[in-house]
């Protein structure tokens, strides 16, 4: 009886947090469609798409989390849904490197840029640690809460280091498919020459600095607003 309580309850709480999603994300596109409209011009249309890739790795991480309820991890299914979620994490935060792009252009005011942009890489940075910590969810119910730690934070590395591969070096989630022997080249010339390429240092270091700080806040004030409910 109290089982099926908890789901009834539950149930309206993530409907709610749908529409807020929904909500926040579509002031998103309507900021995007409203400078189009005044400019004339698409410049910012890689921001769209960057967007919706973002939400990819949320909707891998629920559709695993899905699964794992009735089927093993080592199901092909399950560590086919894993290796998509982690090709694709780091384009949700990604879109903060999108700022380089950012500048004074006349066509519409920089401060409405800003906002814009910055509406984006929020909608983008919640989309992933959403899914971050659906998957940190599961990992807790299978290894100890350190190990789980240690493999999000992990995670959270390569992410930045691909972050500095997608700015820097132009690479894709789908050239990991496409020209691997590419990218594994420029990924071995930097971890056995890092002297050579400090830059890819500096930017992994310092998105995952942001990105672990971020998440140790978010985390932290989920567990918060679950301990208040109880």
Not at 19 to 41: D, G, K, M
Not at 78 to 96: E, K, R
Not at 148 to 164: E, H, K, N, P, R
Not at 176 to 191: E, K, M, Q
Request: with cysteine.
């Amino acid at each position: 009886m109290s089982t099926k309580k908890g789901k009834a309850v539950t149930q309206p709480r993530y409907q709610r947090l749908l529409y807020a999603l929904i909500a926040s994300n579509s002031v998103t596109l309507v900021l995007f469609l409203l400078r189009s409209a005044e400019s004339q011009t698409d410049r910012y249309w890689f921001l769209v798409w960057n967007l919706f890739l973002a939400w990819l790795p949320l909707s891998f991480a629920v559709w695993l989390a899905v699964r794992l309820r009735t089927a093993s991890w080592l199901a092909w299914q399950n560590i086919l849904l894993t290796v998509l979620w982690l090709g694709f994490l780091p384009n949700s935060f990604y879109l903060a490197s999108d700022l380089i792009h950012l500048h004074e252009t006349g066509e519409v005011s920089l401060l409405y840029d800003i906002v814009m942009f910055c509406s984006f890489i929020f909608n983008a940075y919640i989309a992933g640690f959403m899914s971050v910590y659906t998957m940190h969810r599961q990992l807790i119910r299978r290894f100890a809460t350190r190990w789980a730690y240690m493999m999000i934070a992990g995670v959270l590395l390569a992410c930045s280091f691909a972050i500095y591969l997608g700015r820097s070096l132009r690479w894709n989630s789908w050239d990991v498919l496409v020209n691997p022997a590419g990218i594994l080249f420029d990924v071995s010339d930097r971890v056995v020459n890092p002297a050579a390429h400090p830059q890819s240092f500096v930017t992994t270091v310092t998105f995952f600095l942001l990105l672990m700080s971020t998440y140790a806040v978010v985390w932290e004030l989920i567990r918060l607003l679950q301990s208040n409910r109880k």
